[in-house]
């Protein structure tokens, strides 16, 4: 049982570049959520689901999609990297909403964009 | 919308001593209020959550009390020893129709335990 596992670990790309980090989860939950971490901001949601082939808004969007094809996977997307994406993104799971039961993260994404 | 402000950003005490942090939060209709604790390069990880219908939770050395009329949460850690060093986030649901299924988290605090 992996639990929550992100892919890839760390990437460095250029600005303007496209990319897309992977999280799949092997827990059976039905909502996922993508999370950017910078210093002393805590974590800000981006783009969250709440079941396979929904997703939704969160704080920080702009710049960022994602997709809930299958219920195990939720994908986000960079369309054109900038420096301000330089961050660490997490993404988390939970069998029911975060409003009132536990998130269970990844080990991160370490995200630098030149 | 929900806003939360966790204090202090930094903590440092002595091995043995207790730590306290403190977050308040707006939204009076908030019933869940989880606190995670991420190491340094780790992730995050739940340590003690509560709901609103208690007003203490207790589990060994960490307890979180929560005063619904005051909108403030606090996390108590006793006895504290160098593997309480890490980074520790309180977090509030957003409640509404178009914010369900979301929290938002504090900025953090620092702790730091001196030997």
């Known amino acids: 049982n992996a639990g929550v596992t992100q892919t890839p670990k760390f990437r460095v790309l250029k600005t303007g570049q496209s990319m897309t980090l992977l999280c799949a989860q092997d827990m059976n939950h039905e909502y996922m959520y993508w999370y950017r971490q910078d210093p002393g901001m805590g974590l800000r949601l981006i783009h969250y689901?709440?079941?396979?082939?929904?997703?939704a808004k969160g704080e920080v969007p702009d710049g960022y999609n994602v997709s809930r094809l299958k219920k195990q996977n939720f994908l986000l997307g960079l369309e054109s990297a900038a420096p301000s994406q330089t961050s660490v993104y997490f993404c988390?799971?939970?069998?029911?909403?975060?409003?009132?039961?536990?998130?269970?993260f990844g080990d991160g994404t370490r995200l630098s964009i030149l | 919308g929900e806003n939360v402000e966790q204090h202090p950003s930094t903590l440092s005490v002595q091995e043995g001593d207790s730590a306290v942090i403190k977050c308040t939060y707006s939204?009076?209709?908030?019933?869940?209020f989880p606190w995670y604790k991420q190491e340094l390069g780790k992730r995050p990880q739940l340590i003690i959550d509560i709901r609103s219908n208690v007003g203490e939770k207790k589990d060994q050395r960490i307890a979180v009390t929560l005063n619904k009329t005051a909108k403030h949460f606090s996390l108590h850690i006793t006895e504290t020893q160098p593997e309480d060093s890490a980074v520790y986030f309180c977090a509030a649901p957003l409640t509404g129709y178009s914010s369900a299924s979301k929290i938002i988290f504090g900025s953090g605090t620092r702790l730091s335990i001196r030997p």
């Open positions: 689901s709440v079941g396979e082939g929904t997703t």
């Open positions: 939204d009076s209709a908030s019933n869940y």
């Open positions: 988390a799971s939970s069998v029911g909403t975060a409003s009132n039961q536990p998130q269970h």
